[in-house]
Structures are given as structure tokens and as C-alpha cells.
Nanobody, 115 residues
Framework: VQLVESGGGLVQPGGSLRLSCAASGFTFSSYSMSWHRQAPGKERELVASISSVGGTTNYADSVKGRFTIFRDNVKNTVYLQINSLKPEDTAVYYC?????????WGQGTQVTVSS
């Protein structure tokens, strides 16, 4: 199982980013996926999750209405569209899946929100 995130960067408050997580090594369409983030000095937290076929999504209260998780089961990729970014969204963003009882993480992509 391999998860590779991309799309992070430096963005001004109010800006947008789209993060991508390319998956390989497992049957992507059979598993739910999630995005997490870890800010400096804080614990890693769940941001959003999506079911295997994309019919069910869930979001942390802090990002509802601003973040959208979606997936492309042909491209084996899960995305996180982030709008109306705030400085408190600054963190390393990770995607995660759980396959046959084991949890797998990507290497993360840094999102920095600053003027």
C-alpha cells in the first residue's frame, strides 16, 4: 500500500487549495479514505472521510462548509478541496486508509496559510 499526497503550499488567508492523494497497492475502490492534519505542537486530527464509493462523507466541525472530500476510483485518487483557508488550517495534511486491519499513512503535504 502506498499513499502519496501532493498539492500543499503557501496560500493567503481566504485562498484555496486542492490536495491529492494517489493510492496504489490495493483495490482503491473497496476502501474508505480519510484526510487528517497535524499542526505544530498539536495532535493529529481527522479532517474528513469518504466511503469506498463516495456516497458517504464526514467532516470535522471546524472544516464543515469549507472543505470537500471526493474521490476518483478510476484514477485511484482521493482529493481534499480546501476553501476559505484560515491561518489555523496551517498543518501537515495526511491521507489514510485501513486495509485488512492495518492503517496506512502517506508522507504528508504541508499547507501554510499566511499573509
Amino acid at each position: 500500500v502506498q499513499l502519496v499526497e501532493s498539492g500543499g503550499g503557501l496560500v493567503q488567508p481566504g485562498g484555496s487549495l486542492r490536495l491529492s492523494c494517489a493510492a496504489s497497492g490495493f483495490t482503491f475502490s473497496s476502501y474508505s479514505m480519510s484526510w487528517h492534519r497535524q499542526a505544530p505542537g498539536k495532535e493529529r486530527e481527522l479532517v474528513a472521510s469518504i466511503s469506498s464509493v463516495g456516497g458517504t462523507t464526514n467532516y470535522a466541525d471546524s472544516v464543515k462548509g469549507r472543505f470537500t472530500i471526493f474521490r476518483d476510483n478510476v484514477k485511484n485518487t482521493v482529493y481534499l478541496q480546501i476553501n476559505s483557508l484560515k491561518p489555523e488550517d496551517t498543518a501537515v495534511y495526511y491521507c489514510r486508509t485501513r486495509v485488512r486491519g492495518y492503517g496506512y499513512w502517506g508522507q504528508g503535504t504541508q499547507v501554510t496559510v499566511s499573509s
